[in-house]
T-cell receptor, first 116, second 115 residues
Framework: AQSVTQLGSHVSVSEGALVLLRCNYS??????LFWYVQYPNQGLQLLLK??????LVKGINGFEAEFKKSETSFHLTKPSAHMSDAAEYFC??????????????FGKGTHLIIQP | GAVVSQHPSRVICKSGTSVKIECRSL??????MFWYRQFPKQSLMLMAT?????????EQGVEKDKFLINHASLTLSTLTVTSAHPEDSSFYIC???????????FGQGTRLTVV
């Protein structure tokens, strides 16, 4: 069974500061990993994903994440926070094709607060 | 990217009635659609997976007779909440993908309130 742990239900950073949202996973097979952003009363928008290949993944809006197999982590970072980054962020994992489970398993989410 | 549209975005219904939520892939054919449920300030929980032309696969603990899923075409899946009760009030989100090797795109969600 897969699981995703996001450390910190709320993270507050100052505008212009580094954003670091933590995600650890457990999976019986090397997983696919995702970060999504959700604005209030809206669906999810994919920020970035890791499937295979380069472990440092760059996404939209200046976000990036690094897959570290030894640490079973996929932390999300952005060098300089912007007010528009305030939202809920979800880390998710899925089995690769043929690996079994189909849908995504989500973490509980981290609410990112940007202070002016 | 591909567009997935959900309708309605918000619905209020009386306890005991049924509500249908539509999920459409607007510019691609979706072989697989997923339905998720999200309680306030919580994560998304997968309810069921539906493949076009076959019965949906429900996650453990999800009542298939209460949450009816139909995936009759490659661009449309529906979720019907039957005999709705206040505890069914939630945010329901669908996602759709072309095939097993592709990304799933999410709809904008439907806020269901049962009064």
């Amino acid at each position: 069974a897969q699981s995703v742990t996001q450390l910190g239900s709320h993270v507050s950073v100052s505008e212009g500061a580094l954003v670091l949202l933590r995600c650890n996973y457990s999976s019986s097979v090397p997983p696919y990993l995702f970060w999504y952003v959700q604005y209030p009363n809206q669906g999810l928008q994919l920020l970035l994903k890791y499937t295979t290949g380069a472990t440092l993944v760059k996404g939209i809006n200046g976000f990036e994440a690094e897959f570290k197999k030894s640490e079973t982590s996929f932390h999300l970072t952005k060098p300089s926070a912007h007010m528009s980054d305030a939202a809920e962020y979800f880390c998710a994992v899925s089995d690769p094709p043929g690996g079994g489970a189909d849908g995504l398993t989500f973490g509980k989410g981290t609410h990112l607060i940007i202070q002016p | 990217g591909a567009v997935v549209s959900q309708h309605p975005s918000r619905v209020i219904c009386k306890s005991g009635t049924s509500v249908k939520i539509e999920c459409r892939s607007l510019d691609f054919q979706a072989t697989t659609m997923f339905w998720y449920r999200q309680f306030p300030k919580q994560s998304l929980m997968l309810m069921a997976t539906s493949n076009e032309g076959s019965k949906a696969t429900y996650e453990q603990g999800v009542e298939k007779d209460k949450f009816l899923i139909n995936h009759a075409s490659l661009t449309l899946s529906t979720l019907t909440v039957t005999s709705a009760h206040p505890e069914d009030s939630s945010f329901y989100i669908c996602s759709a993908r072309r095939g097993a090797l592709t990304e799933a795109f999410f709809g904008q969600g439907t806020r269901l309130t049962v009064v």
